[in-house]
């Protein structure tokens, strides 16, 4: 994403630019999600204070910055669990703020994955990751099942198809949850301090699988205070304070030749 960015494609056509490389992946032409002067406010709390910019199929981009400083809103305004108050946010083909749009639809090409895992106790892991395509009608039963197997191998359980929640660790819950975010076959995938939750030796296990989605070209937007994750996976960084970008750029960039006094402070505190 960067700001400011060019006017916004109509919707249903979404702008396409060069192929750029970036580490081992080709970051892709078409635009993914557009979002131009997006604010959001909680009463008189103006959260978001303006936010423009883009990100591109297979393209990596990972939103740090201090506590309150709209991170997490940002990202949730990406799939509409916030309104906007003002301003457009387009994911693919769909104008998020259009309120004819069909947000459900929208939502099965999106994924996310939240600091909490959200897993149903009562559900065997295996059952977990069918429910969704199952009850929205994507996939038989027999099918969901066969691709649960086929992601829990992925994200490193394929023992734990018929383990209950209770019985994993912390990192295993949370590779369970993209596992199952996974399940929909989404476009972009959407992180909101997917490690924050985790014990310190836990966080490994979930860096390991998200490197490798970035590695298989998975569109991804990660919040994260893991400056040395951000550092190594991420196409673009984006310093957000005060509810807007504060500095944008490439890792090194954001942490090797950072131009703004508060990104300055901000890494000095937390390198």
Do not use: W
Request: with cysteine; glycine share 8%.
């Amino acid at each position: 994403m960067s700001t400011p960015a060019p006017d916004s494609p109509t919707p249903g056509t979404p702008e396409t630019a060069a192929p750029v490389t970036a580490g081992s992946r080709t970051i892709g032409e078409r635009v993914m999600v557009d979002v131009k002067d997006l604010h959001k406010s909680f009463g008189d709390n103006h959260v978001l204070t303006g936010i423009t910019g883009q990100i591109r199929e297979r393209q990596v981009v990972c939103v740090i910055g201090p506590s309150g400083s709209g991170k997490s809103t940002f990202l949730r305004c990406l799939n509409r669990l916030e309104e906007a108050t003002s301003g457009t946010v387009q994911v693919g083909d769909y104008d998020l703020t259009d309120p004819k749009v069909d947000i459900n639809q929208v939502r099965r090409h999106i994924g996310m994955v939240f600091q909490q895992f959200n897993l149903f106790p009562h559900m065997t892991v295996a059952e977990n990751i069918m429910l969704a395509p199952v009850e929205l009608g994507n996939l038989s039963k027999a099918a969901a099942r066969q691709r649960a197997e086929e992601l829990l191998n992925r994200v490193g359980l394929a023992d734990k198809a018929e383990a209950r929640p209770a019985s994993l660790s912390g990192g295993q819950k949370q590779r369970v949850a993209i596992a199952r975010s996974l399940a929909m076959s989404p476009k972009i995938m959407l992180f909101d301090e997917a490690t924050s939750a985790l014990d310190p030796e836990m966080v490994g296990e979930v860096l390991q699988v998200i490197r490798d989605l970035a590695d298989e070209g998975m569109t991804m937007v990660l919040v994260t205070h893991e400056m040395g994750f951000a550092r190594e996976v991420a196409d673009r960084v984006l310093f957000m304070d005060g509810g807007t970008i504060v500095e944008a750029g490439t890792p090194s960039e954001i942490f090797d030749h950072p131009q703004q006094p508060r990104l300055q402070e901000f890494l000095s505190k937390v390198l």
